[in-house]
């Protein structure tokens, strides 16, 4: 049996080489161990935050934020997700999407490269001893740049730690960017880690790109519209009948306690709950 790996799609056309099984790593050589979703005080200081200078000679800082996600059909916490800010020391304005977008390749290889960083402190465990995905936020351009995927995987990308336990959730992608760039993406991705999801891109337009590219799911950005009463959620922009229909896992992020019964509803599958503190429980 010859097996080979796509390397690239352009269109129609695929791009191989070919894998030596010898090097793929089994799960059973992978350490049984638990879950361990608290790093020492210590080691999460000389992580979080990242100072870096940026090509262009801004001062920014990365901070990490881990945020529990719970099943919302099973009520209890499946997965441990990553997201981070970046912030302009220079009046400690967070960046938006279009301001990271103004940001270089290297500086988004940077980020990338610490968020990985930063999730090595993580023990996600194996289904026998307690198991918890790890969802690690990751930038469109790094996956499809040469440079990017090798900064990756010097920092884990495709170790048995990444490959067993770890999602990668890609963002600045939208509904214009290409199908077969989309596919690529996560064709690489897999490369290094279980499962891809990618962020819900702002504003509206189709989301057929997203579709058929083996996304795992979807997650999406939660908005709040105050009325007479409590603040209730502003639906995403495209349907979420038709968000369901297309992908498996609906992920509401920045979710609040309290909030999961009317987040089921809608149809999300998971939530990601907002914290004004870092996670530190463990899971048996």
Known sequence: IIIRRVDRIDGAELTTSPVDIERIPRLEDVPQQKAQISPTASAEREKNPLLFRSLSGRDLRVDFSPRPVTSLQHGVMTALHLPRQVVDLEGEAVLG?????????????????ATLDYASLFTMGDQDAGYIALIIPVSYRTLLNRRGRAALIQQGGGQP????????????????????????????????????????????????????????????????????????FKPPAQSLDRLRTAFRALIALDALKGDEAALKTMGYTHASLATDHAVSARTA
Do not use: C, W, Y
């Open 97 to 113: 999407p279009a301001a990271l977008d103004a940001l270089t390749d290297g500086d988004l290889i940077r980020i990338d490269e």
């Open 161 to 232: 730690a990444l490959k067993t336990g770890a999602l990668f959730e890609i963002l600045d992608m939208d509904s214009g960017t290409p199908p077969s760039r989309i596919a690529e993406a996560v064709s690489l991705s897999r490369t290094m880690v279980r499962g891809v999801v990618a962020r819900l891109p702002e504003g509206r337009g189709s989301l057929s790109p997203f579709t058929a590219v083996g996304l795992t799911g979807l997650t999406v950005p939660l908005a709040r519209q105050q009325g007479a009463g409590a603040p209730t």
